[in-house]
Structure formats: C-alpha cells, structure tokens
T-cell receptor, first 116, second 114 residues
C-alpha cells in the first residue's frame, strides 16, 4: 500500500497526559499537512511542512501542540497536557510539490484521540 | 479569509437516481482549486473530483460532475446513477494554488436508498 499511513489509529488517554501521533506520507510527496476533525464537522487545518520546514501554523495549534518532520519524510504531532477538548480525529495529508497537476492532497485514515 | 459553505447537512437519493450537492465559497483570489472529497463511514477521505478555477470547462469523473459558476462562487457536485457505495459524508474544499491549506465546508451526509 503506497498511501498515507497514520499510527496509531485510535488513542485513549487521560486528561493531562502527553500523546504523539505519527504520519508517513506517500514516499515522493514533499508536502505534509495536519488537520483536526471533530465529529460532524469538516477538517480544520493545523500545520504544514514542505520537506522538513514547517511553513505555516494555524492559530488552532496552541503551545501544547508541536509538530516535527525531522528528515522530510514522516511527521509526528505531539499534544502535551491533553484536555478533553483535544478529543478529535487527527488527519494527515500529503502532496507532491510543483505543477498544477500535482495540487491534490491525499489523506490518511486518521488517528482518533479520546481524552477522558 | 476564505470560507466554504455547504447548506445541505443531509441529502438522500434513490439508487440509480441523480443528486446534486451544493457548495458556495468566498475568496478574493482569482486563481484557486476546488475539490469534492468523500468520507465513508471508515473515515478515510477520498478525492472525488477537482476543478481548477482558470478552467471554464466543468470537471467530470465518470458518474461525478461539477457545475462550477465562478462569478457566483458556486461549485455543486452532481452524482448520476447513484449507487449504495456513494453513501458517505461529502466535503467541498477550497485551496489557493500556491498556498498550503485546504478550507473545508461543514459537509453533506448523503444517504442512498435501495
């Protein structure tokens, strides 16, 4: 399978704990995105990488959130001191750069976070 | 700021019939992309169809087609010969050509009745 993969698929944690999610993009894609989706809503943009550089962050990304893409391949999203309001599906997407024909983001299956 | 609005939270269609999902957007950009994504109950988002704003011709992918009205900032999705597998949440999304993010609408839950 050469699609976007995310791990874990489900995470249950207690309030105050730290959690980390991983995203592996499609191998030739240099752009990687994180979105958050709450139940019954459309995804909301969190942050974006081009290779290893984090180029944009949403105001939704509070200082408890940090994302990395150290070698320009996989990415991690960490949430520190989780709150119940962090419960959501976290989606990762990737796309290749350059050229109109490549401006499509391909999504992974998501990580569902439940904070108790 | 760009916004995307889907005014139909739920739609239903009989199998083999045609259904149209509505989407409007607001932007000051002249060059951009529009997308329809499908999210089945398994929740993996799948691209259905995309439209480049500079193209006047409406995009078509098999049973899926769009009606892109740039002046009206409208981008509707028509599904012909609906199938049970079309049942899903459909999201309209906007992306600036050289930008980084997609802006999604609230979604339309499509039910296909046998």
């Amino acid at each position: 399978d050469t699609g976007v993969s995310q791990n874990p698929r489900h995470k249950i944690t207690k309030r105050g704990q730290n959690v980390t999610f991983r995203c592996d993009p499609i191998s030739e894609h240099n752009r990687l995105y994180w979105y958050r989706q709450t139940l019954g809503q459309g995804p909301e943009f969190l942050t974006y990488f081009q290779n290893e550089a984090q180029l944009e962050k949403s105001r939704l990304l509070s200082d408890r959130f940090s994302a990395e893409r150290p070698k320009g391949s996989f990415s991690t999203l960490e949430i520190q001191r989780t709150e119940q309001g962090d419960s959501a599906m976290y989606l990762c997407a990737s796309r290749s750069g350059g050229g109109f024909s490549t401006d499509t983001q391909y999504f992974g299956p998501g990580t569902r976070l439940t904070v108790l | 700021a760009q916004t995307v609005t889907q005014s139909q939270p739920e739609m239903s269609v009989q199998e083999a019939e045609t259904v149209t999902l509505s989407c409007t957007y607001d932007t000051s950009e002249s060059d951009y992309y529009l997308f329809w994504y499908k999210q089945p109950p398994s929740r993996q988002m799948i691209l259905v169809i995309r439209q480049e704003a500079y193209k006047q011709q409406n995009a078509t992918e098999n049973r899926f087609s769009v009606n892109f009205q740039k002046a009206a900032k409208s981008f509707s999705l028509k599904i012909s010969d609906s199938q049970l597998g079309d049942a899903a949440m459909y999201f309209c999304a906007y992306g600036v050509t050289s930008g980084s993010r997609l802006t999604f609408g609230e979604g339309t839950q499509l039910t296909v009745n046998p």
